[in-house]
């Protein structure tokens, strides 16, 4: 094997772990429901670990860095797989998941309605999200999520705005 042959092995195997959430992306069915849960459950446990005064920031942060992040690997596993959005690319529903999640009250009942509501959106995909699906490669696989989690997002908080008082 060559050192360019031994390095595009390499990215592809870093791409494939990134892409699939380090496999949650093959477990069945349903594994952008899993990948969205598992966000879920790690955010929840790693926000015992944030000073209250930073849970909002470090939730952005973390939101435009999983999306960035995410774009290149998706692109790469798209093409490897010759799929164009491949079901077992789940970094996309982390990333929508974490955005959905900007916020939220880490009471249980909020963050099953927060999952609740990006899972819906994500799968019913109301106007516009189908159409970012057709933005290009890995940015196409992304931004659906990010909308979707966007939608999420906004619904929970004007229902917590609204109705939780």
Not at 17 to 24: R, V
């Amino acid at each position: 094997m060559t050192a360019s042959t031994q390095s595009t092995a390499r990215k592809s195997r870093g791409a494939w772990l990134i892409a699939t959430f380090f496999g949650i992306g093959h477990l069945w069915p349903g594994p952008g429901t899993y990948a969205a849960g598992v966000t879920v459950l790690l955010w929840w446990i790693a926000s015992h670990f944030i000073a209250p005064a930073w849970l909002i920031p470090t939730e952005i942060i973390l939101s435009v860095a999983i999306t960035l992040l995410g774009i290149a690997p998706s692109t790469t596993v798209a093409r490897e797989s010759g799929d164009k959005d491949p079901g077992f690319v789940v970094i996309d529903e982390v990333a929508g998941q974490m955005i959905a999640l900007i916020g939220t009250p880490l009471q249980w009942k909020y963050l099953m309605v927060s999952f609740i509501l990006f899972r819906g959106f994500d799968i019913v995909k109301p106007f516009p999200l189908r159409r970012l699906e057709r933005l290009p490669e890995g940015t196409g696989i992304m931004m659906d999520d990010v909308g979707a989690g966007i939608y999420a997002l906004v619904l929970l908080q004007l229902g917590i705005h609204f109705l939780a008082r």
